[in-house]
């Protein structure tokens, strides 16, 4: 698989039910956990990997543009 490749997968896994039902259940456990003695570094660490889970878009759109823009 290319480069190219898994970026377009990524960015088609962000549009997906599955993916908002994951992000959903992702941001429910870590407000459980917050409530916790989870150490704060770990929670921010998880904030963190959705965050740049949600970057991947921009990286497609950088991407697409980047090579649109070749003659």
């Given at each position: 698989?290319?480069?190219?490749?898994?970026?377009?997968?990524?960015?088609?896994?962000?549009?997906?039910?599955?993916?908002?039902?994951?992000?959903?259940?992702?941001?429910?456990?870590?407000?459980?956990?917050?409530?916790?003695?989870?150490?704060?570094?770990?929670?921010?660490?998880?904030?963190?990997?959705?965050?740049?889970?949600?970057?991947w878009e921009?990286?497609?759109?950088?991407?697409?543009?980047?090579?649109?823009?070749?003659?």
């Open positions: 698989m290319t480069e190219k490749d898994i970026l377009v997968e990524k960015f088609n896994l962000l549009g997906s039910v599955e993916y908002q039902k994951i992000k959903s259940y992702q941001i429910e456990n870590i407000l459980r956990l917050a409530n916790s003695d989870i150490e704060p570094l770990v929670l921010k660490g998880m904030l963190k990997n959705i965050a740049d889970t949600d970057k921009n990286e497609f759109w950088a991407e697409k543009k980047r090579i649109g823009g070749r003659g």
